[in-house]
């Protein structure tokens, strides 16, 4: 059996926020919806296949790393910037990540629908947009691929991300990741050092290691805070100070 590294804080009263029944139904028709127009896609794909030519191999090739790296965009984003109580973004969006830092494991009491819920719903329009693209040219052909294989690789990126917190994921789930197609335990266990400021890339984490490289990240946050005057993190700092306040008065 492979030893997997736990991922894991110590016990905090800061937990990802339960779905009611509305929610859960709602997240339901999203990731239904999504599934729904992605097959759509794939039948009017095949109904061109014969304008196919192996130029389109290349779209998901590349559609699979752009997924992984629009991921850790994204990742970065919410634990870099921005309040939990910015409306909408606050509670959707960043507050999942920064409470994620201090309790991993409470992710793994999250259903399959509130898991992969918010990415569904943000792919819907990206799919939706897809029938109007033009495919009587090779172009429209290979972006209309790519645009599909790049949903298809990114709509999953929630539950992938969970795979990698499970001490025991489905055993084809850790094939999957022992061969690097998927985020790994070890690959994402380096994310979860403070202060969380690298490897954000969770769908398959293959962009992680050259963005690490180059100090992309980094640098963005040198030119933001040039441009701003915000330093990285504030928000998740301040919080990290009132606890360590709160326990050394307990």
């Known amino acids: 059996m492979e030893k997997r ?39 009017t794909l095949w109904q061109h296949r014969a304008s196919w030519n192996p130029w389109l191999l290349l779209a998901v090739v590349l559609a699979w790393p752009a997924a992984d790296f629009v991921s850790g965009m994204v990742h970065w984003l919410a634990d870099t910037w921005g309040s939990e109580e910015f409306p909408i973004l606050g509670p959707r969006f960043i507050r999942p990540f920064r409470v994620h830092h201090t309790t991993p494991t409470s992710f793994l009491e999250c259903g399959f629908f509130d898991t992969n819920g918010d990415t569904c719903l943000v792919a819907i329009p990206i799919l939706l947009s897809f029938f109007w693209m033009p495919l009587d040219t090779g172009y429209g052909l290979f972006a209309f691929l790519f645009g599909i294989c790049f949903c298809a690789f990114a709509i999953p990126t929630n539950q992938i991300h969970q795979w990698a917190h499970m ?81 050394t008065i307990r």
């Open 5 to 43: 590294i736990p991922i894991s804080r110590q016990p905090s009263e800061r937990k990802h926020d339960g779905s009611g029944v509305l929610t859960f139904w709602f997240e339901a028709v999203c990731v239904l919806g999504a599934v729904a127009l992605i097959i759509a896609h794939a039948v």
């Open 167 to 247: 001490p025991q994921p489905p055993r084809w789930v850790r094939r999957l990741q022992r061969y690097r197609l998927v985020l790994s335990n070890e690959e994402h266990a380096l994310h979860h050092t403070l202060p969380y400021d690298g490897h954000y890339c969770i769908t398959t984490g293959f962009c992680n290691r050259w963005l690490e490289r180059i100090r992309f990240f980094r640098s963005l946050e040198w030119i933001i805070t040039w441009f701003t005057g915000i330093p990285p993190r504030r928000e998740e700092q301040r919080q990290r100070n009132e606890r360590r306040g709160h326990e």
